[in-house]
């Protein structure tokens, strides 16, 4: 999978005879972190957040890009110390993101704090792996 950056923006201003032309990228800081995990989290789980099992690579970066410019306002929306109802609905790996975020700035509460480390946990948490049952036999060692 490729680098997911911040796209760029140019803006062009033919005022008064004269072209000024800038580029900067489209997203401060700030939120460029919420950004790529939005974008990573859209390309790799297929129905996730929007349909991308039919794209290819490109497709699919243009429309999670799309997408997360239609779900912008809700990611970045401002609960009191956590989640909001909206943000509670989306997957793990983005209220990790929102939590994380919002850790950084200093605005997150105790409650949310806890919900942030139950997050944590169950990603560090290892999956067991069980194996098909009936078919491990001991087998002994004879002896010549």
Do not use: H, W
């Not at 140019?10 to 900067?24: L, M, T, Y």
């Not at 700035?105 to 806890?114: Q, R, T």
């Not at 990603?123 to 002994?140: A, I, L, N, S």
């Amino acid at each position: 999978m490729k680098e997911i950056k911040n796209p760029l923006v140019a803006n062009i201003d033919r005022s008064n005879g004269n072209i000024e032309i800038s580029i900067a990228k489209k997203y401060e800081k700030t939120e460029e972190a919420m950004y790529k995990s939005f974008m990573s989290v859209c390309s790799m789980e297929d129905k996730e957040l929007v349909d991308t099992s039919d794209m290819d690579e490109d497709q699919t970066a243009k429309a999670c890009g799309m997408q997360y410019d239609k779900m912008r306002a809700m990611i970045n929306e401002e609960g009191k110390g956590g989640l909001t109802e909206k943000q509670k609905k989306l997957p793990a790996a983005m209220q990790k993101a929102i939590l994380e975020k919002m850790k950084k700035e200093g605005k997150l509460s105790e409650e949310a704090e806890a919900a942030y480390s139950k997050l944590l946990s169950k990603d560090d948490q290892k999956k067991e792996e069980v194996g098909p049952e009936g078919e491990m036999k001991v087998v002994e060692k004879k002896d010549a």
